[in-house]
């Protein structure tokens, strides 16, 4: 085969029948069977109409390989993970493209107890196995049978909240024609059986490949205005909004307001620290004050990582850290193997608007106005380099405390920025945030400047 590209730096995705198809997926599931060598692995898939045929070509390049497959079905990425570190197996492949176009589709690998599987652990070796086609002959080739995850799933997201606090709330649900709302259903008459008196309000809940309502992605303001909407006309405590594979969740407050991932961070962090002060809680650099304060004043420890997934698991593996936040809304949790999930975060908020018993606006209102933020800004530029060296002169003489963690922070006091390339676009990535007591001008005035420095290179 000629050189794969839809292999990237933490899994698989690509354009579909170029990129990736069903002879490149069974040639990465006969490779990722024959590197490992796993007795058993689950695999899954979520609802883009291509999912199913990828799921199969990768499933029978695993039993090829002498691997044996418990089919989970249509899952969200976390069950793969989930059964992954939960059964007695050795991994997991779940196929998705999340929010990626119509046209795309893609793979995410993890060894036994959910470990990832990236280009600095495997993956590189997948590809050039996949590449070369040199496979081994087993004596005996893998079975598949089907496995539903869910049951056991839902018991284990229970765990994660006191059921017995829960006061009367009523969410809405935007599965966004995802994976997601087979999950919700499975909570729900959970939640009934147990009495629980959470009430779910639930649109574009149906599983469609063909994306009716535009492909689900709550990142895209223009495909918020659903939820808000709904939110405001059910009188809801909180909307709940999912991407494709539901690793990551969005939240809008009761008015209907949507709430920038960076405070949902230090929201979560406040729930475990509620339940167990001393806990270590994992930060990326972009944006921080708001997460050092809160973390400090419910008796926490903050450990900064670099972003991105990889970085962030193996830091809390190497800190016991009970949770990792990124204001991109991917949360990490110990007691899911350190992985991503999309269901745990609004079951914790939903502890903390029950501990409380306050609003989510409320929550969360002070913590935008101490500490506002600009929200992840990007710039096409054709030198990222030159660019960042630019904003380095420009503010060199008020000689701001630097920090290159992950791209380049400087820390002014008041304000402070973090700019860094992106791993796979010619872009910067710039994020602005203020202490709103001490900062002589308003956030905008810092978001114009650094702009019009970057824009004018």
């Not at 007691?335 to 409380?356: H, K, N, Q, R």
């Not at 001008?441 to 400047?449: A, R, T, W």
Request: negative net charge; contains cysteine.
């Amino acid at each position: 085969m000629t050189n794969l590209t839809c292999f990237k730096a933490y899994d698989i995705r690509g354009k579909l029948g170029t990129e990736l198809n069903e002879t490149i997926a069974y040639n990465v599931g006969r490779a990722y069977g024959q590197i490992y060598q796993p007795k058993t692995i689950v695999v899954g898939c979520d609802i883009r109409e291509s999912s199913e045929s990828l799921k199969q070509a990768t499933i029978q390049g695993l039993n090829d390989a002498g691997v044996d497959v418990l089919d989970l079905g249509m899952t969200g990425t976390e069950e793969v993970y989930f059964g992954a570190f939960h059964l007695d197996v050795q991994g997991g492949i779940e196929i998705t493209a999340s929010h990626n176009p119509m046209d795309y589709n893609g793979m995410k690998l993890v060894r036994e107890n959910a470990r990832p599987i990236s280009a600095d652990t495997g993956l590189k070796e997948i590809q050039a196995l996949a590449q070369s086609q040199e496979f081994l002959d087993v004596a005996k080739k893998g079975t598949t049978q089907s496995y539903n995850i869910v049951p056991e799933f839902v018991d284990h997201l229970l765990t994660y909240i006191d059921i017995t606090k829960i006061r009367p709330l009523k969410f809405v649900v935007n599965a966004g024609n995802g994976a997601a709302g087979h999950v919700i259903d499975a909570l729900e008459d959970k939640f009934k059986q147990l009495q629980v008196p959470v009430e779910f309000i639930k649109i574009h809940h149906e599983a469609d490949g063909t994306f009716p309502n535009g492909i689900p992605n709550p990142l895209l303001v223009e495909n918020r205005d659903s939820t808000r909407q709904a939110v405001i006309e059910h009188q809801a405590d909180m909307g709940i909004a999912w991407d494709g594979d539901f690793d990551r969740c969005f939240l809008f407050d009761e008015k209907g307001q949507f709430i920038e991932g960076y405070y949902i961070v230090g929201l979560l962090a406040q729930a475990f620290l509620l339940q167990k002060s001393g806990e270590k809680i994992v930060h990326d650099p972009r944006l921080v004050w708001n997460t050092l304060d809160i973390v400090e004043q419910n008796g926490g420890i903050t450990v900064q990582s670099k972003s991105g997934h990889a970085f962030i698991k193996e830091i809390m593996r190497e800190e016991n850290a009970v949770y990792g936040g990124e204001m991109s809304a991917h949360h990490y949790f110990r007691d899911f193997a350190y992985c991503d999930s999309g269901m745990i975060p609004w079951l914790l908020v939903t502890a903390l608007l029950s501990e409380t018993k306050q609003s989510l606006s409320t929550l969360v209102e002070n913590m935008i106005a101490k500490f506002p933020c600009s929200g992840e800004i990007n710039f096409k530029v054709t030198d990222t380099q030159v660019t960042i060296q630019k904003i380095f002169d420009f503010y060199a003489d008020q000689q701001p405390q630097i920090d290159r963690t992950d791209g380049v922070s400087l820390d002014f006091g008041a304000w402070r920025l973090n700019v860094r390339a992106s791993n796979t676009e010619p872009l910067l990535r710039l994020n602005i945030e203020i202490r709103a007591s001490e900062a002589q001008q308003p956030l905008q005035f810092y978001v114009d400047e650094v702009s019009n420095l970057i824009t004018n290179v």
